[in-house]
C-alpha cells in the first residue's frame, strides 16, 4: 500500500509533471525522464507518473559531452531535479530544472486549494551549456 503524499511530495510531483510536459510537446516520442527523488518517492513513482517513462536518477549516468543516459540501455534522456522548496502554509516557492548536457532551471510559486498544489507562475532564470 503506498502512503499517502505529504505536500512536499505533491508539490515535487507537480512541479515535474510541469517540466515533463514542457519537454515533451512537440516530440514524436517521449522521453525517458530520470527524477532526483527524496526518501519514501520512490514507490509511488509509477503510480504518480503514469503512463510517463519516468526512473530513478539513481538508473543514469550524467556525463558532460554526453549527457544524461540510462546505466543499462544507455538510452539518453533528461534529468529532472528540485533544488529548492518552501511552504509557507498554502503556498510554496520552488526552483527546479533539467539537464540534458546543458541545463535550464525555472522557478515555481505554487498555491494550495481544496488539497491541489497548483503552479501560478513558472518562470526561466537559468540556461548553462
Known amino acids: 500500500m503506498i502512503p499517502k503524499a505529504s505536500d512536499r511530495q505533491l508539490i515535487r510531483q507537480a512541479v515535474f509533471l510541469s517540466l515533463i510536459e514542457e519537454l515533451t510537446t512537440d516530440r514524436k516520442r517521449q522521453p525517458v525522464f530520470f527524477l532526483v527523488l527524496e526518501p519514501g518517492e520512490e514507490q509511488s513513482l509509477a503510480a504518480a507518473y503514469k503512463g510517463l517513462r519516468v526512473r530513478n536518477s539513481k538508473d543514469c549516468v550524467v556525463d558532460q559531452v554526453q549527457g544524461v543516459k540510462d546505466k543499462r540501455t544507455g538510452e539518453l534522456g533528461l534529468l529532472l531535479e528540485v533544488k529548492q522548496l518552501a511552504i509557507r502554509g498554502d503556498e510554496a516557492d520552488v526552483f527546479a530544472g533539467y539537464f540534458s548536457g546543458a541545463g ?24 548553462s551549456g
Open 104 to 127: 535550464v532551471l525555472f522557478s515555481f510559486r505554487l498555491e494550495k486549494k481544496d488539497a491541489v498544489w497548483t503552479i501560478l507562475e513558472k518562470k526561466q532564470r537559468v540556461i
